[in-house]
């Protein structure tokens, strides 16, 4: 699964302020290598979506994102339907939908 590829998803659909971390990817800088690279953790065992806030959203900003997010996730989950690591990706925001 190309977790990056969502993130994109996300940028052509005006969302702004999102970043996928994508476990696996390495990059060495000045003879030091950095496992995960632009994740907090060398051993972080899935991929992951950070979102940022800014003072002054209003809460149509955040509905706004959150159908969004909810229909590229949908998107997204059907790209790779075939692949188990997408299988705990919930296909709606709806919290009933989302496993624990």
Not at 27 to 53: D, M, R
């Amino acid at each position: 699964v190309n977790w990056t590829e969502f993130g994109s998803m996300l940028f052509v659909r005006n969302v702004s302020g999102t970043r996928v971390v994508a476990p696996g990817s390495t990059k060495t800088i000045a003879g030091h290598k950095f496992q995960n690279w632009g994740s907090h953790s060398n051993e972080y065992p899935c991929a992951y979506l950070t979102v940022a806030a800014a003072i002054g959203m209003q809460s149509e900003d955040v509905d706004t994102f959150c159908k969004r997010l909810d229909k590229t996730l949908t998107k997204f989950r059907k790209r790779y339907d075939d692949k188990a690591s997408v299988k705990d990706i919930p296909t709606s925001l709806d919290p009933k939908d989302v496993k624990e």
